[in-house]
């Protein structure tokens, strides 16, 4: 389990900056039928977006929506059943594509490569 760098002081929660920084190009995708992502954006146009050191999001545990995995990633990461990442990847029909914080990408690329 991570610990938490929160500090609270006469009841105002203070959270470091590094923390809650936003990555300047990895961000969660998800598409109409192939499922979610996470990864560094090359291209992208209305339809198709590529991908790379991508991992595919089959199962998050410790986040009660994608909008909380991009922000503060996962906290129970021996739960969550994230493959291996994947040099490069193209999507097509992405639907939603949201920006991460550094938070959010450590705890992703730290889940456990799950395979069978």
């Not at 129970?76 to 999507?91: A, S, T």
């Amino acid at each position: 389990m991570t610990e938490s760098k929160e500090v609270k002081i006469d009841g105002i929660t203070y959270i470091p900056k590094e923390e809650t920084e936003l990555c300047e190009n990895y961000f969660i995708i998800r598409t109409y039928s192939a499922g979610v992502f996470a990864g560094e954006v090359v291209t992208k146009d209305d339809k198709t977006i590529t991908l790379k050191n991508a991992r595919r999001i089959w199962k998050w545990v410790g986040a009660a929506s994608l909008s909380q995995l991009a922000v503060d990633g996962v906290s129970k990461p021996n739960e969550c059943l994230f493959p291996c990442e994947v040099d490069n990847i193209i999507l097509n029909n992405w639907i939603e594509i949201i920006n991460c914080t550094k938070k959010a990408q450590k705890s992703i690329k730290g889940v456990p490569i799950w395979k069978t």
